[in-house]
């Protein structure tokens, strides 16, 4: 959700001035494309953020225990503040139906369309460039395709009802995209094993060694290298 909340941040930087440093996330996204991507995936970015600080903030409380529930552990206060998010400014299902005022617009969708398909393509293109991410670019493209097949062959009526999930959808495809694309820049383990994890392309662990992967557990939250014991090293915390 970081990733993609600076991908919408770097889109909006690339309206605002056509020419932005060669750092910059969305660099290779014409202006054009930028306009037409910040208008589709800004109501996504909100809804999809929205809904999955809530089910995050409730992990975090459930794992701190009792002290996690209790306001002067913080984490309440938080949980509880956070459900505004998906209510102002735009509910889920307000957010959802104006993602589909954008591709109900013939005049939009279709380039709407193409230049998602073409951030997709360029993101897909950069993940195939890191071997350390073997098939999970054509992965996550499969996962995109048949998003883009359900927009194509589904009525409009059906559609409607089933926005919330497009929206939510579309949002995990782009920002695992994002994550992706910075995974390939330097082959992070920990950071391509995130990308492996977030369709449960990698099962969660079920299917390799519980060592191993609780190793990569605890790298994940805490960072540096696990100790042979399973504990994190202290010197790189």
Same mark, same amino acid.
């Given at each position: 959700?970081?990733? @993609?909340?600076?991908?919408?941040?770097?889109?909006?930087?690339?309206?605002? $001035?056509? =020419?932005?440093?060669?750092? $910059?996330?969305?660099?290779?996204?014409?202006?054009?494309?930028?306009?037409?991507?910040?208008?589709?995936?800004?109501?996504?970015?909100?809804?999809?953020?929205? %809904?999955?600080? !809530?089910? @995050?903030? $409730?992990?975090?409380?459930?794992?701190?225990?009792?002290?996690?529930?209790?306001?002067?552990?913080?984490?309440?206060?938080?949980?509880?503040?956070?459900?505004? &998010?998906?209510?102002?400014?735009? =509910?889920? &299902?307000?957010? $959802?139906?104006? @993602?589909?005022? !954008?591709?109900? &617009?013939?005049?939009?969708?279709?380039? =709407?369309?193409?230049?998602?398909?073409?951030?997709?393509?360029?993101?897909?293109?950069?993940?195939?460039?890191?071997?350390?991410?073997?098939?999970?670019? /054509? /992965?996550?493209?499969?996962?995109?395709?048949?998003?883009?097949?359900?927009?194509? %062959?589904?009525?409009?009526?059906?559609?409607?009802?089933?926005?919330?999930? #497009?929206?939510?959808?579309?949002?995990? !495809?782009?920002?695992?995209?994002? #994550?992706?694309?910075?995974? *390939?820049?330097?082959?992070?383990?920990?950071?391509?094993?995130?990308?492996? /994890?977030? @369709?449960?392309?990698?099962?969660?662990?079920?299917?390799?060694?519980? %060592?191993?992967?609780?190793?990569?557990?605890?790298?994940? !939250?805490?960072?540096?290298?696990?100790?042979?014991?399973?504990? *994190?090293?202290?010197? %790189?915390?």
């Amino acid at each position: 959700m970081t990733h @993609f909340t600076f991908l919408v941040i770097s889109l909006l930087g690339k309206t605002e $001035s056509p =020419t932005p440093s060669a750092s $910059s996330s969305s660099s290779s996204i014409s202006t054009t494309d930028a306009r037409l991507l910040l208008r589709l995936l800004t109501p996504v970015l909100k809804a999809t953020v929205a %809904k999955t600080a !809530v089910s @995050f903030l $409730s992990e975090c409380m459930e794992s701190l225990g009792g002290q996690g529930y209790v306001e002067e552990g913080g984490i309440a206060v938080l949980y509880r503040d956070t459900q505004v &998010n998906s209510i102002w400014e735009g =509910t889920t &299902n307000v957010l $959802s139906h104006d @993602f589909l005022r !954008v591709l109900g &617009n013939s005049s939009q969708r279709t380039p =709407t369309l193409a230049a998602l398909d073409r951030y997709i393509s360029s993101c897909v293109a950069q993940g195939e460039s890191c071997r350390g991410l073997g098939s999970f670019p /054509r /992965r996550l493209r499969a996962v995109y395709l048949k998003w883009r097949d359900r927009l194509e %062959k589904t009525q409009e009526a059906q559609l409607r009802s089933h926005a919330r999930e #497009m929206v939510l959808w579309l949002g995990r !495809v782009v920002g695992a995209a994002e #994550m992706m694309c910075d995974a *390939a820049g330097d082959g992070d383990e920990v950071e391509i094993e995130c990308c492996e /994890r977030v @369709f449960d392309f990698k099962n969660q662990g079920w299917e390799g060694d519980a %060592k191993s992967a609780l190793r990569m557990d605890q790298r994940i !939250v805490f960072g540096g290298e696990a100790a042979s014991d399973g504990t *994190a090293s202290q010197a %790189k915390l």
